[in-house]
């Protein structure tokens, strides 16, 4: 089974920057791509981001041009880079994997975004 953890959520004010980090552990050569959700209070998780091992990336319209999310060491880690952050954004990001070819079957615990205005 695959293991996530997420680090590098905060508190920042409106038009900073926040760095997220996911490390994965376990059998990460049965995935195929990992990617970041949110999700905000009374609200359900969303989609934010996502990086295929030979597609590239792909995000959400209301990220597009602010957030990057990247890789390094194969597919064991993951980033997303948060710029121009909005009171918005606020919301538990969590970090997921995909199963080749099927479905995001393994998440992180989530960690707290929060931006104030």
């Known amino acids: 089974q695959v293991q996530l953890v997420e680090s590098g959520g905060g508190l920042v004010q409106a038009g900073g920057s926040l760095r997220l980090s996911c490390s994965a552990s376990g059998p990460t050569s049965t995935t195929d791509s990992m990617a970041w959700f949110r999700q905000a209070p009374g609200k359900e998780r969303e989609f934010v981001a996502t990086i295929n091992w030979s597609e590239g990336p792909h995000y959400s319209d209301s990220v597009k041009g602010r957030f990057t999310i990247s890789r390094e060491n194969g597919k064991s880690t993951a980033y997303l880079q948060m710029n121009s952050l909005k009171p918005e954004d606020t919301a538990v990001y969590y970090c997921?994997?995909?199963?080749?070819?099927?479905?995001?079957?393994?998440w992180g615990q989530g960690t707290q975004v929060t931006v104030s205005s």
């Open positions: 997921a994997s995909r199963i080749i070819g099927g479905r995001f079957a393994y």
